[in-house]
């Protein structure tokens, strides 16, 4: 898994067993760091010639593949299949496309094993968004919850209503709160602990919960291109303190949050990705929501993702459905994902 933040890439070993119901164990996992070459890559993928990105999507691929291949020397694994998001470099899928590099063909090659990717596209063909893939997990994986937040570049949300499973990305987050941070010297926000030293800017808060945005009704997603090109500015066109700002976007996220959520019950939610580890923003929507916050073992707030895109590879491998159109919008409930084979 690599997503929008651009932490590294995320590893996990899982292990799923369907007795009635279907458990999950996460037995090892690894986030490893980009090198410098590969972050800048990835950063530049959308603005690069096509001769080039598609150059780009063959050796990340097979990047993926050795370091896949890397993590089961390493820890004496034999995995049935790889199941790869890969990264995200377009997404826009109101014009009927998607792309994740990270080429499935050349990390089967790479590793030596079946590998599953290319999640995204096979939704898009039968109308949805694309996004959000992760509820089918949250739905089978995490049923004791009556909320599933996952906070990572983009925080978004799902939960069952009238026997379907509903769920939108909500807002930009780290992407935003990353952007901040660094201006400060530091990837990311520890603990939020810059966040608390600032204070709500009104007019930043109203800026920011007044993006057209946020009057779509659901089914939609936002991409990254959004995030750089309209909140990214509103951020910086903003004169107060980067301080000021960090707490501004923590106070927008639990906001969205709680719109989201109007007129349901105070129940549960499990909050997951590296926004649970900002305490400063978990209290925010806690406060907010006034939910009951849950936050697991950190392996699994860590890996929740990468865990649920190999289990969306095992259901693919026996043609089962691991993607719901009430939570894309498709035409209807679909098997994702492209099969490849070593040769």
């Not at 570049?153 to 930009?172: L, M, Q, T």
């Not at 400063?280 to 697991?296: H, R, S, Y």
Request: include cysteine; charged fraction near 20%; hydrophobic fraction near 35%.
């Amino acid at each position: 898994m690599s997503g929008s933040s651009l932490d590294g890439l995320d590893i996990a070993y899982c292990e799923f067993v369907n007795d009635e119901v279907w458990k999950y164990d996460i037995i090892i996992a690894e986030t490893i760091p980009y090198p410098e070459s590969w972050l800048s890559s990835l950063q530049e993928a959308p603005n690069i010639r096509a001769d080039k990105l598609i150059e780009l999507d063959i050796n990340f691929g097979l990047y993926i593949g050795k370091k896949t291949h890397d993590f089961i020397s390493k820890h004496g694994l034999s995995p049935d299949i790889v199941s790869s998001h890969g990264h995200t470099v377009f997404h826009n899928p109101e014009k009927g496309y998607t792309l994740q590099i990270g080429n499935g063909q050349a990390i089967a090659q790479s590793c030596g094993i079946k590998t599953i990717n290319d999640f995204r596209t096979g939704d898009i063909l039968l109308g949805g968004q694309g996004a959000p893939l992760v509820p089918i997990g949250d739905r089978l994986l995490f049923s004791e919850y009556d909320y599933c937040l996952n906070i990572g570049g983009i925080a978004n949300v799902s939960y069952e209503k009238d026997g379907k499973r509903i769920a939108s990305d909500i807002c930009p987050a780290n992407q935003l709160l990353n952007y901040l941070s660094r201006q400060l010297g530091s990837p990311f926000d520890t603990n939020g602990n810059y966040a608390q030293l600032g204070k709500l800017n009104l007019e930043l808060f109203k800026n920011l919960n007044n993006h057209n945005y946020y009057s779509l009704d659901i089914p939609k997603s936002i991409s990254n291109q959004l995030v750089v090109s309209e909140f990214i500015p509103i951020l910086d066109n903003s004169d107060t303190s980067v301080q000021d700002k960090l707490y501004t976007v923590c106070k927008h996220i639990a906001f969205q949050l709680h719109k989201s959520l109007e007129n349901r019950p105070d129940q549960i939610i499990v909050i997951t990705g590296g926004g649970a580890h900002n305490t400063f923003l978990t209290t925010a929507i806690k406060l907010e929501t006034g939910l009951n916050v849950v936050l697991p073992s950190k392996r699994v707030v860590d890996f929740k993702e990468a865990m649920i895109f190999a289990f969306l590879g095992v259901l693919r491998s026996s043609s089962e459905v691991n993607c719901l159109a009430s939570s894309t919008g498709a035409d209807r409930d679909s098997s994702v994902g492209v099969i490849h084979y070593p040769l």
